[in-house]
């Protein structure tokens, strides 16, 4: 199952748009009021509505239920996750829409 692109253990993406390792991909994440968008390589991968109650269920069937403050704030840190293997980011840019 592919998860490159996706919203952790939340939202899977839609289909593998990831390239193979070593070459390098480019991610975009798009939020617009509660409205967000995954693209991965010019694919969109996912698309939720953040704070829906689909979005609620999920979270409550996810290992995140356990954090009850967990996507709570609309501000907050960037985290860049890996789970051990090699990783390297570069060009990273947030900015408002």
Do not use: T
């Amino acid at each position: 199952m592919p998860a490159a692109g996706g919203n952790y253990a939340l939202h899977g993406p839609a289909e593998d748009a990831a390239k193979p390792a070593g070459e390098w991909n480019r991610a975009r994440i798009v939020k617009i009021g509660d409205r967000v968008e995954h693209y991965l390589n010019g694919v969109k991968v996912v698309d939720y509505v953040w704070g829906s109650d689909d979005w609620k269920q999920r979270v409550a069937d996810s290992k995140f239920a356990a954090w009850p403050v967990y996507a709570r704030s609309q501000k907050g840190h960037l985290g860049l996750q890996f789970h051990g293997d090699r990783i390297e980011f570069r060009n990273i840019r947030v900015r408002p829409l």
